[in-house]
Every structure is written in C-alpha cells, then in structure tokens.
C-alpha cells in the first residue's frame, strides 16, 4: 500500500531509492524576498476571550427550527430517534462497483425490445435529475434551518447518500454505454419528464434562501409545505413509482443488475422519506400550525396529474407484465399510505395495492446467484418496510 502523499492525495508514491521531490529539488530558483511585513516581536495575538453562555444545552429548550440552542453540542438529545436514523443508515453500505453489470449490457442490446429500452432509459433520464434536486434540497435549503445537531448530522449522511445514487445512475449509464449527454439533457426537452421536474424545483427554490424568517407564519408553511413534498411525495412516492418499471424487468429476469443497484437505492429512500414525514410532523407540532387542507389536497392532485403525464410517456408504448394504469394505481395506493403517516385525509379514498409482488422484490432479502453477483447484504439483514 503506498504511504499517503499530505500535499497531493493522488500522487504517485515516489520511486524507492529516489528521494522525494521538494520545493528545492524542482525549482532551482534563488529563494525570493519576502514583502510581508513581520510582526513586531512584542506584538500579542488577538484571541477573542470575551465572557459568553456557558451554560450547557437544556435539552427542553431544543427545537427542530426557531430554535436558540448551541448546535455545535450533541448531546443531551431531544431527538434521540434521528441519531438512530444516523445509525442504521450507516448499515446501508455500497458503491455502484459492487455490482456486476456484464449481463445488463448484454440484456440492453440483446434482449430489450425498442419499448423496454424507451421504459429503461427514460426512467434513467427522471432519476439522474431527482437525485441531485434531493441533494440540494437536503444539503442546500434544508440542513441549515435545522437548529437541532442530530437531525442535521443524518441529514448530511442524506446528502452523501443522494450523490452516492447519482453515481449509481452515472455508472449504469455508462456501463450500459448510453449517450450522457443526450440521457442527463432529456429532463428538459421531454416535456413529460420536464414538467415532473420541474414542479420539484418550483418547490426547492422556493425555500432555498438562507434569509427565511421561520417566526414568520406564511414562510414557515412554505418551508413545511417545500419538506411536506420533499419527503412524502418526491422520495415517498416518486422514487418508488421511478423504480417500478425497472423492478418489472428484473421480474423477468432483465436488468438484474440495475434493479439490485436500485434496491440498494431503495434501502436509503425508506430511510429519508420516513425521517422526511418524522421532521415535518415534528414541526407542525413544536410551532402549532396547522396546514390548509384545501392547500394539501391540491399538493396531492397535482403530484398525481404530474405522475400521470410522466407515466403515459414512459408507458407510451405497452411493456410486457407492466401496465399504464397498474403504475398509476400503486402510485395512489402509495400516496395515501404517505398520507397517512402525515396525518393528511386520504388523497386518492379506494386505491388498491395494483403491484402486489413489488415489496418483496424491492426487498434484498431473496436467494443470490453467487456468480452473477456479488453479495453484499445489510447488515441488519432486516425485511424493507415501507411504512
Ligand atoms: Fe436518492
Ligand atoms: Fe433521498
């Protein structure tokens, strides 16, 4: 193993016998005068020792937002349940490379029909675009209004886990050798996939200012209404109905490599649209507001009618064991189980479970091929649970 180089991490460990280059080995420059004045040799240091609180964090006076406590100290908790979140997202450990992709290839260009390679590739094109919008959101708009340390520090294991499903999409894609450009630039001249999008960027930016004033009654609904989206829809159903069709292939034998890249991904989703609905519930609680229903209910038709357009594109064109009308059926089903948990009225009343068989094959917990992949269970191995 070569030894770790302070200056520059990706160098080359130096040849054995040579010494290392230096300053003075590469440049046979004189040595330059220097203009910096020095300091007088009297001159003390300035270090701030003004008096300051030194009372320990109350852990009563902890809150999600508004809150007035030092950040900078852990514990005591108030939100004991968000370092366990930290937890067992620390179980969920893969990288894209983990996975064997051969046979993928050999299924896309072999074994594909024209219509599952429209389904394969367009669900690609939504993914690599959400993944980042989640980032940003969490990274950017979320965690710097968060004024409780262990709700902040999970949401930064989101953020990397968001870029970490950026590079699966990225690696697949690549594997596959699909034209990324042309794939990472569909989301905006589809107009299908464009829309979708784009009424999840309405919401980040409408929260992305580090000026919001969260005293103040209509940016804090705003902000609950921008978290309320993020976790109960944008990653409590839209990546469930994302992976969906790629889920229908593996059922079938094709793609296997991609669907187990995104049961991995799926692991992390369960995981942030539930701490999502906990935060925003929490909220809603600790400031005593209460949403218009009216304003959730539109939140909820517009998700779907966004749904809709999306999934007629992607389903333009019939695909064998996955249907149009199944998608958008477990998308309602889904939404109101979110619902639920939000404690919204049920959206979408009588929709039914259309995909029986996608929890379980969602689930990591099924019989490997040792040879066509690398088994890399959770440590858990605990079964998903989607609520
Ligand atoms: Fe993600
Ligand atoms: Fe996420």
Known sequence: MSSLNWDDPFAKSPTPHMPPATEETVTASPPVET???????????????????????????????????????????????????FLNANKNHWTPLDINMTQDLHDFNHKLTLEEKHVYTNVMAYLTTSDILAMRNIGLAVMEKMTAPELQIYQARQVYEESL????????????????????NRYRVVPEIHQKINMANKRLESVMRSDMDLTKPDELEEFVMAYTFFGGIFEGCWFYNGFSPIFALQRRGLMK??????????????????FGIRVVNQIIKEENITLDPAKIQQMWEEADAAEAIYAGYILKDPILGYSL????????????????????????PGAEMALPWLDEQANMRKEKNFFETKVTEYQTGAALKWD
């Not at 240091?45 to 003004?50: G, K, L, R, T």
């Not at 199944?326 to 979408?348: C, D, G, V, W, Y």
Request: aromatic letters at 10%; hydrophobic letters at 35%; charged letters at 20%.
């Open 165 to 184: 499903h950026t590079w699966t999409y990225q690696h697949c894609i690549e594997t596959i050798g699909l034209d990324q450009s042309e794939i990472y």
């Open 257 to 274: 490599g991609t669907a187990e890249q995104l049961q991995y991904i799926m692991r992390d989703e369960v995981l942030h649209a539930s």
């Open 325 to 348: 009308e199944s998608h958008m059926e477990q998308f309602r089903f889904i939404a109101n189980r979110r619902a639920k948990q939000l404690k919204h009225e049920t959206p979408f």
């Open 35 to 85: 203009t910096q004045p020095k300091p007088a040799a009297d001159a003390t240091p300035q270090v701030s020792v003004e008096p300051h609180d030194v009372q320990p964090v109350n852990v009563n006076d902890k809150r999600v937002i508004n809150g007035s406590t030092d950040v900078n100290q852990l514990a005591p908790f108030k939100y004991p349940w968000a370092w366990e979140y």
